[in-house]
């Protein structure tokens, strides 16, 4: 029995060595796999352009695509392939009818050629899952493409135009003290309805920034009007400046608090009056301070005095005082 087994066992050996170069030769033969692929598209009857897609668990290289060895059309937006197919055309016989199209003649399939990546490019590849790194596990959320020039309105207002300005300063020098200025700008203009316009302006040179300061009175703005113009008639109101049109008498001109209308009537073939109505009050205000006088003398004809006041020391001179102030 052990002479049996003493015989075999070359034989086994031999086998063994056999099977191993088949193997090899085997797997020089086939070598790594083609990254070429074909597939047959079905034309579309009785039309000249046929677009297609080509489904793949693979990406594929869309300049590697080809149809009876011709280069294929790609449109990236639709993922699709475009085939076209020669078609003869003729002019029409009288002007003003279709052209004489006969149907594209030929097979109604064609062999589609293209090549492939190793890999899926769309598909999301990680090392780890994502729980891991993401303890809360939100949603996923798409990228979307935001428009910076549209920015977003705390009042959304269509049609009307609003820009504006807004300028904080502070101030100081070796003769005075620290302080704070600013100033506002704002500006409205745009269309109410389809025949109403709407132009609007509110301007501050000095807006409070102290504490507990404030504006609260339109009165305290440098100039704040609304205008309403329609084809007919147009409304201001706020500071609004009243002057006469170009006349010879009753000339005028006052800038007051308050509105003005102004009407448009038509009377008739190219006639045409304008009223205009207006009311308001004064928008100057008058202040007077008196100043104790310190120390005074008389020079002639010129009379100075040194005033002190609760800001600085000056000198206050009036010509022709020819008398002493007790």
């Known amino acids: 029995m052990s002479s049996s087994i003493t015989q075999s066992l070359p034989r086994f050996s031999l086998l063994l060595t056999f099977l191993l170069l088949a193997q090899v030769v085997a797997a020089q033969q086939i070598g790594p796999p083609s990254t070429r692929r074909c597939r047959w598209v079905r034309l579309l009857p009785n039309r000249d352009t046929t677009n297609f897609s080509l ?36 002019p029409a016989p009288d002007p003003g009818q279709p052209d004489i199209v006969f149907q594209p003649t030929g097979p ?44 977003e309105q705390i009042l959304a207002t269509p049609g009307i135009n609003k820009t504006g300005s807004l300028a904080r300063g502070i101030s100081f020098g070796n003769t005075q003290n620290v302080f704070v200025n600013s100033a506002l ?60 049109r170009p006349d010879y008498f009753l000339r005028f001109y006052k800038n007051v608090q308050g509105a003005a209308v102004e009407a448009k009537l038509t009377q008739g073939a190219g006639k045409r009056s304008v ?44 010509r022709g005082y020819t008398s002493m102030v007790g």
Not at 215 to 226: A, P
């Open 55 to 90: 489904p793949d668990t693979l990406t594929i290289v869309p300049a590697s695509v080809t149809a009876n060895g011709r280069s294929v059309g790609y449109n990236p937006n639709t993922d699709q392939y475009r085939i076209i197919r020669s078609s003869r055309r003729f």
């Open 108 to 151: 109604d399939s064609v062999l589609v050629c293209y090549r492939v990546l190793p890999l899926r490019l769309a598909t999301p590849v990680a090392r780890r899952p994502r729980t891991l790194i993401d303890s809360v596990n939100f949603a996923p959320r798409s990228f979307g493409y935001n428009d910076f020039a549209v920015k």
């Open 185 to 244: 700008n704002l500006q409205l203009e745009g269309k109410l309805t389809d025949q109403i316009n709407l132009t609007a302006a509110i301007s501050d040179q000095n807006v409070p920034f102290q504490p507990e300061g404030n504006t609260q009175q339109l009165q305290e703005f440098d100039r704040l009007y609304i205008t309403l113009t329609h084809p007919r008639w147009s409304l201001t109101a706020g500071d609004v400046v009243l002057r006469n």
């Open 275 to 318: 009223t205009t109505a207006a009311a308001g009050v004064a928008k100057g205000k008058f202040a007077s301070i008196e100043l104790p006088p310190w120390k005074m003398f008389r020079a002639h004809t010129v009379c100075a005095a040194r005033m002190a006041s609760s800001l600085s020391w000056f000198w206050l001179i009036r």
